[in-house]
């Protein structure tokens, strides 16, 4: 075998095991993390109190015209499944002020938990989340089981929350 095609062989050898590692690793569920903050009215909240109930997270921010858009859905789906245990939490983004999220909040007639995430700690938390609107789906054992960058399929969303043995009111 000559010398020059060992290293593409190397490559294609490292690529490959690295394709079967993450084919495997798919399957794994990642945790959310333990985070802790104040929703936008002073009150301390952390995740781990929602154990036992799936969690919608949705990162946003008062100048992002997607998230003003889904905002009718989020408010719906929060009819249709918060008695079932579906805690929504909207967390403004740190480029936000406590005023423009407030101001909105009412505008919008926001009915869920929403929180200002002032020095972008819970961002970090979920990956350094950047992009509004991002969605987290986390079920009632603490799994992530959906990443949504962009505007929410409800179809998909409502099948994932069915799944978990909700079903709309």
């Given at each position: 075998?000559?010398?020059?095609?060992?290293?593409?062989?190397?490559?294609?050898?490292?690529l490959?095991?690295?394709?079967?590692?993450?084919?495997?690793?798919?399957?794994?569920?990642?945790?959310?993390?333990?985070i802790s903050f104040s929703d936008?009215?002073?009150?301390?909240?952390?995740?781990?109190?929602?154990?036992?109930q799936p969690v919608l997270l949705?990162?946003?921010?008062?100048?992002?015209?997607g998230c003003i858009q889904e905002m009718p859905e989020i408010i719906k789906l929060h009819q249709e499944f918060s008695a079932q245990g579906l805690t929504i939490i909207?967390?403004?983004?740190a480029h936000d002020s406590p005023k423009h999220i407030k101001a909105m909040r009412a505008y919008k007639k926001l009915p869920y938990l929403i929180?200002?995430?002032?020095?972008?700690?819970?961002?970090?938390?979920?990956?350094?989340?950047?992009?509004?609107?991002t969605h987290f789906l986390i079920d009632p054992n603490g799994g992530i089981v959906m990443r949504k960058i962009g505007g929410l399929n409800?179809?998909?969303?409502?099948?994932?929350?069915?799944?978990?043995?909700?079903?709309?009111a």
């Open positions: 075998m000559k010398s020059s095609t060992r290293p593409a062989l190397y490559a294609i050898l490292i490959t095991t690295l394709f079967v590692l993450n084919w495997f690793n798919s399957g794994k569920q990642i945790q959310a993390p333990a936008i009215d002073g009150q301390e909240h952390n995740l781990a109190q929602y154990q036992g949705t990162f946003w921010a008062t100048d992002c015209p909207a967390v403004a983004m929180t200002w995430d002032k020095k972008a700690q819970i961002a970090q938390a979920f990956d350094n989340v950047r992009v509004t609107p409800m179809g998909s969303l409502h099948k994932k929350l069915h799944g978990m043995g909700l079903s709309p």
